[in-house]
Each structure stands twice: as structure tokens, then as C-alpha cells.
């Protein structure tokens, strides 16, 4: 039994100690969000967040990850009240297949939480690690844009932030 | 008795003062308009700056090539590469052949400043005067770029530069690469790239006090940037013994008994595959004689699994997870040599160079075929990386275990943090 | 470079029979236009003619709910939305109102392929004359129950309304089989002004699932009980299994089944990180005989060219026109790419023990359907085919293979749904790639640097092995009684395979088109996105722009001079303008270029301007601005459109620059990103601008391969146009380009 911390609850799992988050969370926790793209830390189709910091799930085994806070696309919103960058990336249409979104989604999650002013350079050189196949990069880019721009506004109206370490 | 004495060392002093003076007069400007060069020259001094790496230490990070800009980390301090290229305010626009031909074998500018043996003229000084003119040719030919240089920061008194007039006289020989009748003419070219132009023993052959390369000891091993860099003599603890044909493979691109150059090394391989393949087998052929080992002393790979999974059960367990997908596919998967015992930096002395793949993974260049592997900086805290790094040696090295592997970690995190 | 046009050989010889038969029909080039336009008779709108029924379309159940039934796949074009669009648009039915089936071989009618960009022209045309005639009918069923003449009657919003407001809601006026009838030739369709709901960028319906982790993809299908399996392919193509030792895979944790039959062999498991380990060690457990022998890469195009060839003369035109006052003649080559969908291919399959349910990401459920049953013996009834998403195909990849995987494990398995997934290396190495492909273009221009004589030829495998042969299917050809490949057959024109957009839209007075088509495959092939269009466009928008310049003209007036098509014309200035296209000369290594085409010469009409920086020193290719134009004739979810093109033009690039299968004399040497590199964010354009030019009233044209070969033209010209140099074999790596440029 290893208990793992995803999206906020806490679950306790029997695989493997060595088997991959990315297969807990498909196969054991049943979330979709995570995708296997190569299982070789290539592409990035299986990027959540651990701790603030963006991942391959495919290459990391759960055994590290006890008392460390998991994130997932399923954690930053839903269908009917997405995250920011959900919302963004809708506003956007920033999707063909979508089968990278969710990774895309996870490692600019990661950088808007640390940093709300990007630059354009900072963005690409943050998202190089994950792939697109349908060639989304320039509405994946104009949707991390605008989540960051609607998250400065956000913070603005809500006052100082604190930015967890 | 004592003024003659004084007399000699007095005329001693001078005669110093006057050669200082001599050697380090400026040399006049020349304009760009007075120069034109033969194609064939300037193809050729192509090829040799690739095989003399120019650009890696004269090109900043996203710079434009040989303009300059890029830090390089001493004992003594950073200094930066300067801009090359013939733009005539921030380059080298107004040297001539003979101020270029001071500055590569003597290692004192146009204008007489002595230069840090950072810029490698120790070994350049042995250059023929054909090579230098083919490489003034290429510099010469390339598009001017106005990049102004950054200033060195050096500690006191490091950064007063007549002090290396000192160290020239301690450490500069001139003259050619030492040749062996004896050798093939592959084996002499070979000779005279890696001692003069590619300068490998700049990183491979351990330094003093003073930053000189110690003669006593070349190709011993040496470091570049915090990386380890391994002996090529037969102090080298490869287990797997290294041939013409597996060092021409592993400088070209990649090598299946030996793995692929990382960190600074890696864009010395990615230089020498650009140029004709008869120059990296004359290395090849080179270094694998100063590498040669008897036969009976050819190592084999090891694999103490058992013992080290017992030793270190955490570490076996974060292998299994994190690197075994890969790394035990029995080389499956591309890039992947069949046990990491193959690669010689887990033979070396210190964890460092380990230590700097786990945390910043391997990316090749954009759109280039290459290794590619995650950086773990993010996925494993310094403690799990601890396992998996002795958990490496134990398993894959006859060696002794590491010390002080935490720290290593800690350091090098902390140089990344640090601007 | 000056080898002749025409060698005459033993392959020419034997062509000539070909050649006589196919020039006794009128050139294709000019037959083109009359053979879409000009049908026979009435013949029922798009897909109604292969189905015919009403209902087989569109259902209305008594609560009003609206289901409409395609038989084409959403394959990431977001054809779901805009099918959604023109039924609503003609049903007068909100949007959010309409459920829609795709492909599935027990509900929708048998629409074949969902490829060639012809979903819209097919589905959509279907649909939208169904949803108008359905109109109709319902309008028609009021009026009498209200007593009043249908014109006084109008449909709104899900409901017929009378003069006095009286409403009757669709759900009380569909009683009986009032939908299951036959559909005329004819529709009431809306007038292009009076259009809602065509034309607007209405959101994709699919997106908000896929951003939140909703069950969207094949991959994401859990049925209760399922396995996991994983596939021990063979070492390259045609290596045999010789021997296996499965004792200690079978003691593995949570290991359900090993199957082997012939060299076919996989592994079930309870759990999916399970089937991963344990496909591991039955790897090592398996001894594979010597493998195929595979040409030289570096004499790739050699070898093809040694290759026995069908010949065909696909347009021959023959005008007076001005001497000619110099001729230039060059050779392009583009070598094997893989279509590298992201996530790699994955089927779910289950067999009660007599019948066999299928869930794939393949692109046509039917022909699916027919190879599987034919595999397993099976008569098509007892075989159910149902399409889920898969990650962008774009083409035919590993996705029917991958269910032909499943139903074998399926079959071994009864009772237990079976998921397969195959691995990243898997699909690299044994995916179709596009194929390989080179062509002679040779043309004249007369004094005043017109083109007076066009001569072009281009040599390629097929650009389709696709189902519905069990040959096709990658485990069928590995079972102990194997299962050969059918015969590859040319694609015939107008649409073409190797031959697509090969003939030049341009309005030339002397023009010779040959396709040689090259039957023996040394690397396993079929289509991927724009077929031949994305080479023949290369060739053709890269030779115009080397005329252009022996004729001392701006390319893009050079191309205004050689077409009078009115759209092609708009699209074409209308990139330009936006763009900003002038000749004034850039700064040194800075380039720009410009290319167009329609698609398969049918379809969308497609412009696009590039501006690239080359540095000179590695000869690394960066992409500026990139501006494109396109008329995809009734645009129907314009922002859709922008997308497809966006997509394209992102694609195409990482195609044009990077992409190249490498393989030595066995196997297959790309076999995952680091062999096979990419297009990454660091690289891609400063921007993509495109703009839809509406055409109202027009037939839908296919827009998702348009943007291919534009885009590798435009990126080759501003490569020439930056540096001088024409680099004419793709793709145009830094090294390539760096040869060229020299020190
Ligand atoms: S699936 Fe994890 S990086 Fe590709
Ligand atoms: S949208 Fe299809 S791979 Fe990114």
C-alpha cells in the first residue's frame, strides 16, 4: 500500500513500487488526463505536476512520490468550471486531436503558478520538452498568454498571492 | 664585486624590459579592403576551426557564431569569449596575419595584452604557419558582427595580465608537435590535431596551481566546466577498451560499446561531424595509442546487482522505476548502451559527471538526430538521487563508492539556482 | 541534374500499351473540372447516394431529441462540429440539441475512408440535404395536421410554426416512419443569406472534455473486465520467430495469457504496467531468425529508380506557343516520413465467443470490419467495428493494425475485453510511412519569360494499402498461415495517389505528365497527409519559383501571369497582401517565398508566404512570420478551417526541415523522437496568420491536407530566395543546407 496524494485526496494504491505514476493514475485511479505518448521522456503527453513542478509521469515511479502533492488536468477544473488555463485553451480552440493538451496544459500550469509574466521566449523555452504532433504550438502559445493575462487580473482584484515554495 | 653585480642584473632587467616591449608592441590596424583569400583556403580553415572548436568558447549561449560573449568558469575566476569575428571596433576586423599568427602562438593581442592561457595557445603555438593562415582566412571571411567584449571577472591578482609574461616563460614551449618516425602518417596528422589544434589535452591532461597543464602527467585526465574529464592514456578506467574504430564512432557520433559525449564534450563531437572523416580517424587512430592498454589488462563490464541491490535496496528500487525503462531494455531503446557499466564516468573518480546527466538530462540540438534524456532535477530530490548515483557505482564499478555524493549534488543544484 | 527527360527503356517500351490506352480517354488535367461538375443524370447529393435512406441519417425520437448518424470519423479536423453546424443549420435545431454518431458499422451507413479531405464534401453534403429534406417532410406532416398549406408553416428552433404562433415540436411529428424514406435528388437548402449557423466559428464540441480529462480517446475506454496486452513485434520486417521460451513470462505478476501464432506474439495481463513488464522479458525471451534486406538509405532514390515502373501519361496538352528561348530541367526527392501520431496506436476488442466487437481509431470502420472478419474467418455480421478517437492519425498509421492486434488477443481471450497499446518503438518502426518520392520537372520559356512547354514526371510506390484485404493487417501477414498484401494499385486520377497535384493548375499551353508508378515497396507505405500533393506541390511551387528567377520576375507576379482562375487568384493575391509580399531584397540570410496550390486540384484552394532566417555558419533554418490564405469553398466553421491550416502549416514545416526514416540493410533505424526528430516549440514560427476567404452558395471543399505542400515550397523558395541556393531534396536540415551554402 503506498498512499499517494493526487489532486488532493489521498489514495492509497497496491501496485507495484517501481510501476510508473502514469499508470497508476490511467489504470488504478481511472483519470484520463495524463496520456502515454512514448514512456520514454520524449514527448510529454504524460506531464502532471508534483510539488509545483512539472513531471513525466511515464518515468517516475511511485514509490517517490509519498507525502508529495500530485496534480492532474483533472485537478484544475472541470467541464463546467475549468481552470484559467482550461478556460483559456477553450477560448482558444487550442486543440486538433488534443491528445498533448492535457500534458501542455500540466507544464504551463507550472510556470504561470511561478510566474504570472512570461515572456513570449521564457513560454517556448518552458514548453519545449513537450511534443505536438497536429502543430497546436501557436494556439497552445496564445492560450498560455491569455490564462496568464486572466490570472494577473484575477490576482490584481484578489489581492497579494502567496506563492507556495 | 657588487656593482658588477648590480650592473649584470640591471642589464638583466633591461634586456627583459626591452624583449617584454619587443614582443608586445601593437601591432598597426589593417583594413578588411586590403584582404582577399582563395576559396579552397577558406573551405579549408573551416575545417579547421571545427576541429579547434572556435565557436564552442566563442559563441554565447543563443549568439550569433564567434561573436563572443560566453562564460567560461575558472579557478581563477570568468572569463569571457571574445568576438572573432572581422568587425573592426569589436572584433578582430583590423588584425593581420601577423597579429593573429602573435595572438595563436604567443598568446598576446593585437594591441600587446598578454591573453589567459583560457584561449588554449599553448597548444595553438605549435600551428603551422599554412593552418594558421587557412584559419585567419575562415575568421577573416566570415560576416562581421558588432558585439562588444564583456569584461573578465578574475579575482586579484589574477587579474593583472602582466603577470602571464611569468607564466609563458614557466609554461609556454613554442615550437612543433614532437613527431615519431616510427608512426604511420595517419598517426602523425592525428598527433598534430589533438596536440596542437584540438587541444584536447586543455581538458583531459590535470592542471596546477597556476592553471598549467602539468606535461608530467598529459592525458591523465583532466576536468572542463565541472565535468570530470576522462584519462585517454592507460590510466583510463574504461571497461571496455577502446579501438580506433569505437573512438572514431564515438567522436563522429555515438558509440554502442561506449555511449555518446555529453555536457562540454558534447559539441566537440557535434563539430567533428561536420568535417571530412579522414581528420576524425587520424584522432581516432592517435588517441587510441595513447590509450593502448595490454591485452591482458582489458577489463570486463561489471554488474554486482545482487550485492548492490542488497546494499542499497532504496536505490535499486528508484532504478528500477526511474531508470530501468530505458537503461534495461538490453539497448532497446536508441542511444542506450546494454549496462550502464559501459559508460567510463561511472569508473571516474567523482560522482560529478552522473550527477549532471540525472539532474539536467541529455537534449540534442533542435531537429537533430540524438540522445535524448528527461532531466530528473524536478521528478527526485537530492537524497533519492544520492541512492540512485551509489547505488550506479556499486552495482556497475569495481571501484570504491564515491564520497560525499549529497554534497556534489547540493553544489551543483546550487550552481544552477545561481545566475 | 541534366540526365534526359525521358530514357528510353524496357520500361517504356512495355509502358507504351499503358500509354496508348490512357490517352484514348481526353487528358485528365482538363477532364478534371467537367468529371466533379458535370454529373450524369440526377444523382443523390454526397453520401446519400450510397445511402439513401432518410433515416439512416437523421433520427428524431418523440421527446425531439435530434441524432444524426455519420459514417466518417472525427480524426482531429473537428469534423463532429461542423457536421453539427449543417444539421442544425438546416433542421432549424440549436446546436447543443443535436446528438451525433460517428462511423460504427452497426448504426451509421458505410461513408468508406475518412481521408482525402473529403468528409465535408461527402458527410456534410449528405447530411445537410437530408436535414432540408427532413425539414420539409416534418413541415409537410404539420400542415395537414393543422389544416393549413406548408407555406404558411416554418420550422424554428426544433419546432414547426403555424401563422397564429401555433407550434408543433419535431418529438410529436415524427409518429410512424415518417423519416424512413428515400431521399430525392433535390433539397430545399437555405439560401447562403439566409445561413445562422453555417459560417460561424462555432466552438468545438469536443474540447472541453479533452482539456479536463474526460474519456475522449480510444485509450480512455475502460470496459469492466478488461485486459491489458502488449505485442512482441519482430526484430524488422519479415524476421521469423524461431524460438521462444515462455516459462518464465508466465509466472510473471498478473501475466493472463502469452499468444503466439506464427511470428505473431503478444502478451495478456490483468494490469497494464504488468503487460508493459512482461512484454519486456518475452522480448528477451524470443529468438527472431535473420531479418529483411532493406536498399541502401543513402542510395535510396537509386534504388527506386532501378525499380520496374508502370508508366502512366496522366495529362498530355499540346498548343501552339512562342518559341523557346531557354529550358531548365531539375530533379526533387522527398524520402520516407512517418506519420509519428503522438500517441501511438491502441485498440479495445471483445468476443462473447461468437461475435467480435471492436474499438478503433482507425479511419474507415467498414473496410476495417471486412480484413478483420476475413482474418478471423469470420462472416462480416458477426464483426462490429465501432470508431473512437484516437491522437491524430494523419494518414493511415499503426491504427488498423493495432486493431486486427486486438481482435486476435480478443479471440484468445473470449469473455474478456482486450485493450492493446502499442508502444512508442512500435509505432515508429512499424507504422506505413509516406513514401518516398522523386521527380523530373523540365520546362521552356519564350523570350519574354513565359512558360511555353511543362514537362514533369514522378516516380512513387502507392500511397494506399489500406484494409479492406486481411493482407493489410500487419498480425494477419505474421499468423502461421499468413495473409499476403493485395497487389498495390495506383490511386486513379482526378483524386491520384504518387500523381496528386502533380499536373499544374497553371494555365500552360504545352504540358506532358507522366506518373510512374513503382509497385515493389523496400519500406512498408500508405497515405499520409496530402499523399503525393505534399512532394508533386514541393517540386512544381519550387521549379516555378527557379523559372521565375531565369526569368528575372517576382515569383509571385511570375505566377499571377501563368493562372487565370478567379479563386485561385484571390487566395493567391489575398496572401500576398496580407502578408506584405515584395522583390525589394532583405538583409543577408534573411529570405522570403511564397507558394500555392489547390488541393488535389478539387479541393481547397491554399496560398502561403514564409519569411525564414538562415544562419549562415550552421545552416539552421528559422521560421518567421508565415501568412497563409484558403478557400475551402462554404466555409462552414471558418475558425475550424484556420486551425486545420495552422495545423498544416506547423506540420508540414517539421516534415520539410527535419523529417527522414533512417534504416540500415535490416531494419528500421527511427524508432522514437531521438531518431526521428521533430519540430519542438523552440522552432516554431513567430507566427501563423490565416485567412478564410468565405465562399457562399459553393460546394465544401476538403481543407485538412491543403496547407502541406504550399507550406514545404514557401519554406524551400525563402530558403533559395535567403542564401541563393536551391536546396531540391527535402528535408532541408541544417547540414543539408549548410552543403549547400558552402563556408
Ligand atoms: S509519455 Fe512520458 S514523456 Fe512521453
Ligand atoms: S493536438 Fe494533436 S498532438 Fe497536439
Known amino acids: 500500500m503506498i498512499p499517494l496524494n493526487v489532486n488532493g485526496r489521498l489514495h492509497e494504491v497496491e501496485d507495484e513500487p517501481n510501476t510508473p505514476l502514469l499508470y497508476v493514475l490511467r489504470d488504478t485511479l481511472e483519470l484520463n488526463g495524463a496520456k502515454f505518448g512514448c514512456g520514454l521522456g520524449q514527448c510529454g503527453s504524460c506531464t502532471v505536476v508534483v510539488d509545483g513542478k512539472p513531471i513525466f509521469s511515464c518515468l517516475t515511479p511511485i514509490s517517490i512520490l509519498q507525502g508529495r502533492k500530485i496534480t492532474t488536468v483533472e485537478g484544475l477544473g472541470t467541464e463546467d468550471a475549468p481552470s484559467p488555463l482550461q478556460r483559456a485553451f477553450i477560448e482558444e480552440q487550442a486543440a486538433q486531436c488534443g491528445y498533448c493538451i492535457p500534458g501542455m496544459i500540466m507544464r504551463a500550469h507550472a510556470l504561470l503558478t511561478t510566474n504570472r509574466t512570461p515572456s513570449e521566449a521564457q513560454i517556448r523555452d518552458h514548453m519545449n520538452p513537450n511534443l505536438c504532433r497536429c502543430g497546436t504550438h501557436m494556439r497552445i502559445l496564445a492560450a498560455i498568454r491569455r490564462a496568464a493575462h486572466a490570472m494577473q487580473a484575477a490576482d490584481a482584484t484578489a489581492g497579494p498571492r502567496e506563492v507556495r515554495p | ?419 | ?743
Open chain 2, 1 to 419: 664585486m657588487r656593482r658588477i653585480l648590480f650592473s649584470i642584473l640591471l642589464i638583466a632587467v633591461l634586456a627583459a624590459a626591452a624583449l617584454f616591449f619587443a614582443t608586445h608592441l601593437t601591432i598597426p590596424a589593417e583594413q578588411q579592403t586590403q584582404r582577399t583569400f582563395a576559396p579552397d583556403v577558406v573551405r579549408r580553415g573551416g575545417e579547421m576551426a571545427a576541429l579547434g572548436y572556435c565557436a564552442s568558447c566563442h559563441t554565447a549561449g543563443n549568439g550569433k557564431p564567434f561573436a563572443g560573449g560566453r562564460p567560461l568558469a575558472t579557478p581563477f575566476g570568468t572569463i569571457y569569449g571574445t568576438n572573432i569575428t572581422p568587425d573592426a571596433e569589436t572584433g578582430i576586423g583590423l588584425w593581420s596575419q601577423a597579429a593573429f599568427n602573435r595572438a595563436m602562438r604567443d598568446g598576446v593581442d593585437r594591441a600587446g595584452r598578454d591573453l589567459y592561457p583560457a584561449f588554449p595557445y599553448d597548444h595553438f603555438t605549435k600551428l603551422s604557419e599554412d593552418d594558421l593562415a587557412a584559419l585567419y582566412a575562415f575568421l577573416m571571411a566570415r560576416a562581421p558582427v558588432h558585439a562588444p567584449n564583456r569584461t573578465n571577472a578574475l579575482a586579484f591578482p589574477y587579474s593583472l595580465r602582466p603577470l602571464l609574461v611569468g607564466w609563458k616563460l614557466l609554461y609556454l614551449n613554442k615550437g612543433p608537435v614532437s613527431s615519431d618516425q616510427t608512426k604511420s602518417a595517419q598517426w602523425t596528422g592525428g598527433a598534430y590535431l589533438v596536440e596542437a589544434l584540438s587541444h584536447c589535452g586543455a581538458c583531459h591532461t590535470p592542471r596546477d596551481r597556476l592553471g598549467a597543464e602539468i606535461a608530467s602527467r598529459h592525458f591523465d585526465g583532466g576536468e572542463a566546466e565541472d565535468w570530470w574529464a576522462p584519462p585517454l592514456n592507460r590510466t583510463s578506467p574504461s571497461p571496455v577498451p577502446w579501438s580506433e574504430e569505437s573512438l572514431f564512432n564515438y567522436l563522429r557520433s555515438w558509440d554502442a560499446g561506449h555511449g555518446g559525449a555529453v555536457g562540454p564534450m558534447a559539441p566537440v563531437v557535434a563539430a567533428l561531424a561536420t568535417i571530412p572523416e579522414q581528420n576524425v580517424r587520424a584522432i581516432a587512430a592517435y588517441i587510441a595509442s595513447t590509450l593502448a592498454k595490454p591485452a591482458e589488462s582489458e577489463k570486463h563490464v561489471e554488474d554486482n546487482q545482487t550485492q548492490a541491490m542488497q546494499a542499497n535496496p532504496q536505490g535499486a528500487q528508484l532504478y528500477a522505476g526511474s531508470c530501468a525503462t530505458c537503461h534495461e531494455t538490453g539497448a532497446h531503446v536508441p542511444f542506450t548502451v546494454a549496462s550502464l557499466g559501459q559508460h567510463t564516468s561511472v569508473h571516474g573518480p567523482d560522482p560529478r559527471n552522473v550527477i549532471h546527466v540525472i539532474l539536467h538530462g541529455i537534449q540534442p540540438p533542435e531537429g537533430t538526430v540524438g540522445a535524448i534524456m528527461p532531466a530528473f532535477a524536478d521528478t527526485l530530490n537530492d537524497a533519492q538521487i544520492a541512492e540512485i548515483v551509489s547505488y550506479l557505482r556499486a552495482r556497475f564499478s569495481g571501484g570504491p563508492q564515491w564520497s560525499n555524493i549529497a554534497g556534489e549534488i547540493a553544489r551543483i543544484r546550487r550552481q544552477e539556482t545561481s545566475p
Open chain 3, 1 to 743: 541534374m541534366n540526365a534526359p527527360l525521358f530514357t528510353p527503356s524496357r520500361r517504356e517500351v512495355l509502358a507504351g500499351a499503358l500509354i496508348v490506352s490512357f490517352s484514348l480517354r481526353p487528358p485528365r488535367s482538363v477532364a478534371a473540372e467537367e468529371q466533379q461538375n458535370a454529373g450524369p443524370k440526377p444523382k443523390l447529393p454526397g453520401s446519400l447516394k450510397d445511402a439513401a435512406m432518410l433515416d439512416a441519417w437523421i433520427r428524431v425520437d418523440a421527446n425531439g431529441t435530434v441524432t444524426i448518424f455519420t459514417g466518417k470519423c472525427e480524426i482531429g479536423q473537428g469534423i463532429k462540429t461542423a457536421l453539427i453546424q449543417v444539421a442544425a443549420e438546416e433542421l432549424e435545431v440549436e446546436p447543443s440539441r443535436i446528438h451525433l454518431v460517428t462511423a460504427d458499422t452497426a448504426r451509421t451507413a458505410n461513408e468508406g475512408f475518412t481521408s482525402g479531405s473529403n468528409s465535408m464534401k461527402d458527410s456534410g453534403t449528405a447530411i445537410r440535404n437530408a436535414a432540408a429534406q427532413v425539414r420539409e417532410i416534418l413541415i409537410g406532416v404539420a400542415a395537414e395536421r393543422l389544416g393549413v398549406a406548408a407555406d404558411q408553416l416554418h420550422a424554428q428552433s426544433g419546432a414547426v410554426v403555424g401563422p397564429d404562433n401555433r407550434r408543433i415540436g419535431y418529438g410529436e411529428l415524427v409518429a410512424g416512419d415518417v423519416l424512413h424514406v428515400a431521399a430525392q435528388p433535390a433539397s430545399k437548402l437555405k439560401s447562403p443569406e439566409a445561413l445562422k449557423v453555417i459560417g460561424q466559428s462555432m466552438p468545438r464540441v469536443d474540447i472541453p472534455g479533452k482539456v479536463t480529462g474526460g474519456v475522449s480517446y480510444v485509450q480512455d475506454l475502460r470496459l469492466p473486465g478488461m485486459a491489458h496486452a502488449r505485442i512482441v513485434r519482430p526484430p524488422s520486417y519479415d524476421a521469423r520467430l524461431q524460438s521462444l521460451d515462455t516459462s518464465a513470462v508466465e509466472k510473471l505478476p498478473g501475466v493472463l495469457k502469452i499468444v503466439r501464432d506464427g511470428s505473431f506474439l503478444a502478451v495478456i495481463a490483468e494490469r497494464e504496467f504488468q503487460a508493459v513488464t512482461a512484454m519486456h522479458a518475452l522480448a528477451a525471451h524470443a529468438k527472431w531468425d535473420v531479418a529483411t534486406k532493406l536498399p541502401d538509405e543513402k542510395d535510396i532514390f537509386g534504388f527506386i529508380e532501378s525499380l520496374p515502373a508502370d508508366d502512366y501519361v496522366i495529362a498530355e496538352k499540346h498548343a501552339p506557343a512562342a518559341a523557346a528561348a531557354q529550358s531548365l530541367e531539375a530533379v526533387y526527392r522527398r524520402p520516407y516520413q512517418l506519420h509519428g501520431s503522438i500517441g501511438p496506436s491502441c485498440a479495445v476488442a471483445s468476443f462473447d465467443g461468437d461475435a467480435l466487437t471492436v474499438w478503433s481509431h482507425a479511419q474507415g470502420m467498414f473496410p476495417l470490419r471486412k480484413a478483420i472478419a476475413e482474418m478471423l474467418h469470420l462472416s462480416d455480421d458477426k464483426v462490429r467495428c465501432i470508431h473512437m478517437e484516437g491522437a491524430g492519425c494523419y494518414g493511415h498509421n499503426g491504427a488498423d493494425d493495432a486493431a486486427a492486434d486486438a481482435a486476435l488477443l480478443a479471440r484468445a481471450l473470449p469473455g474478456r475485453p482486450v485493450r492493446v497499446q502499442w508502444t512508442r518503438e512500435q509505432e515508429h518502426q512499424w507504422e506505413p510511412y509516406g513514401p518516398a518520392m522523386l521527380s523530373r520537372a523540365r520546362a521552356s520559356l519564350d523570350a519574354s519569360g513565359n512558360i511555353v512547354d511543362w514537362q514533369y514526371e514522378v516516380r512513387s510506390n502507392t500511397h494506399s494499402t489500406r484494409p479492406p484485404g486481411a493482407g493489410q493487417l500487419l498480425a494477419a501477414r505474421h499468423l502461421e498461415q499468413p495473409f499476403k498484401p493485395d497487389a498495390p494499385k495506383p490511386i486513379p486520377q482526378p483524386e491520384g495517389g504518387g500523381d496528386r497535384n502533380s499536373i499544374p493548375l497553371y494555365a500552360l499551353p504545352n504540358v506532358r505528365v507522366v506518373h510512374h508508378f513503382v509497385p515493389d515497396m523496400p519500406l512498408r507505405v500508405s497515405a499520409q497527409r496530402g499523399l503525393g500533393a505534399y512532394h508533386n506541390v514541393f517540386a512544381i511551387e519550387s521549379f516555378l519559383d527557379e523559372l521565375a528567377v531565369a526569368a528575372g520576375a517576382d515569383p509571385l507576379e511570375f505566377r499571377l501571369r501563368h493562372i487565370q482562375e478567379p479563386r485561385a487568384r484571390k487566395v493567391i493575391t489575398t496572401a500576398a497582401e496580407r502578408f506584405g509580399w515584395a522583390s525589394t531584397p532583405l538583409p543577408k540570410g534573411k529570405g522570403r517565398g511564397f507558394a500555392f496550390a489547390r488541393y488535389k486540384n478539387l479541393g481547397a484552394y491554399c496560398a502561403v508566404a514564409i519569411e525564414v532566417d538562415v544562419e549562415h555558419e550552421s545552416g539552421r533554418v528559422r521560421l518567421g512570420r508565415a501568412v497563409a490564405a484558403v478557400d475551402s469553398g462554404q466555409a462552414v466553421n471558418p475558425d475550424g478551417i484556420a486551425n486545420q491550416i495552422q495545423g498544416g502549416i506547423v506540420q508540414s514545416a517539421s516534415w520539410t526541415l527535419y523529417e527522414s526514416v533512417r534504416f540500415n540493410e535490416t531494419r528500421i533505424l527511427s524508432q522514437d523522437w531521438s531518431t526521428y526528430p521533430i519540430l519542438r516549440f523552440g522552432a516554431v514560427p513567430e507566427s501563423v496568420e490565416v485567412h478564410v476567404i468565405d465562399a457562399p452558395g459553393q460546394p465544401f471543399l476538403g481543407t485538412g491536407e491543403a496547407a502541406q505542400g504550399p507550406t514545404a515550397a514557401a519554406i524551400a523558395n525563402a530558403v533559395a530566395n535567403a542564401t541563393g541556393m536551391r536546396v531540391r531534396d527535402l528535408p532541408l536540415n541544417a547540414a543539408r543546407v549548410k552543403a549547400a551554402i558552402g563556408v
